[in-house]
């Protein structure tokens, strides 16, 4: 077990905040801890991530639910259809949750440092909160990019590949970096709104649940009491990373699908936005806000855990409060 980094602390009206020194090995924890609770989240829900990414790229699917896309999916190709990018899945949520989280932290508490310490980061906690999110996810998305495109090639083209080996290095071979980074552009509209949503709205929604609480209360807050808040914090934050990334989400399926018109990629992108119109852009809502309601929860309360005891997480909203 690591040891606790050393911290200075900052002043008793920043909620008696401890700002911590972290090490390299630190970030090697929360890269463990990220990447191991969006493997697990994000491979739990692959069956409703591919009934998601058919009702956006399959005509013949595109005006089912999440259950009776499901159904037939099972019916026309089995049950392990809905196991299909599991590999690409597993390995590229793996690189991005460790990167998003480590980030995360990362970029928090030296913003926090680089304004003067937790007191004078108080009336800026939201600006922070945002640009945290967008640059761990940034250079996540860097690592994630690649992976996500093969995943989405095999989940529309059963065809393509056996899993993800086969399916990477032949994407390698025919369409080199470009086509792996076809969907750069993209991933980012649809990772950093999502970024946003999860950690942002779940700071938020921390701090609307603490803001009326006494320190006392807070130190002696039950283990049931405050697992509720976690879980509606993320499950709220879940709503609103679906809601913000949806659009981009639907492209990206598109543009990995190879649909589109040639040209730069925002020309295809704000093409398709067109022909897809504001119904199309959120087709699929319903069934990814259900998968990343159950994402993002269960990525905090699993990240908490395995955290718990070992460091003052700048994740913790209160830190600001």
Known sequence: MASKPKSTTSSSSASAYVLPQFTPKDYTKFFTAGALVATLTHGAVTPIDVVKTRIQIDPELARHSLFSGGRKIVASEGPKGLLTGFGPTAVGYFVQGGAKFAGYEFWKKNIVETIGGPENA??????????????????????????????????????YATGLVTGFTRMAREGGIREMYAGFLPILCKQIPFAIGQFTVNELCHELAYRNMSDERRRNISTIHKGFIDLGSGLTAGAAAAFLSQPADTLLSQINKGHGPQGSMIYRLTTLARQAGFRGLFSGLGPRTIMTMGLVSGQFLLYDTIKHGEWTSTLSPINLV
């Not at 906690?125 to 495109?149: Q, V």
């Open 122 to 159: 108080i009336p800026y906690r939201m600006p922070i909160y945002l640009l945290s999110a967008s640059a761990a996810e940034f250079f996540a998305d860097i690592l994630l990019t690649p992976l996500e495109a093969t995943r989405i090639r095999l989940v529309s083209d059963r065809k």
